[in-house]
């Protein structure tokens, strides 16, 4: 099992309307946002297993932003990383990355459509918004231009 226990399946949705979103997913899941801050908001969901996060204005039409997998430890990140790079696929690392209103360590890696997967844990809160994916698998992956 490539994944531990606890670990959840993230979805990032580009919304038009924060307010709206948060009110349709809050029903939908049963749930309020783990955090909700201006244009960002997320839900940890147990029912099923989920992390999503919502970013409104972003992504110029385009619904979905990126999906990811968000587990415990930096050490699961690393795990990750090593299995993806050994089944051949290009990653990117970041580590003690400010992004999406939290500390992450994190990899990267895309599909084959170039739709960006992010494995990932989150080390502390901090109040840095999200940032644009410019280059998914290179630097600065989830930073502000």
Known sequence: MPYAAGSRVQLALNVSDLDRAVTFYSKLFDTQPAKRRPGYANFAVDDPPLKLVLLEGAGSGNRLNHLGVEVAAPEAVAAAEQRLSAEGLPTATEDQVA?????????WVDDPDGTPWEVYTVLADVDAPPGRLRSVCGPEACTAP
């Open 99 to 107: 992004c999406c209103y939290a500390l992450q360590d994190k990899v």
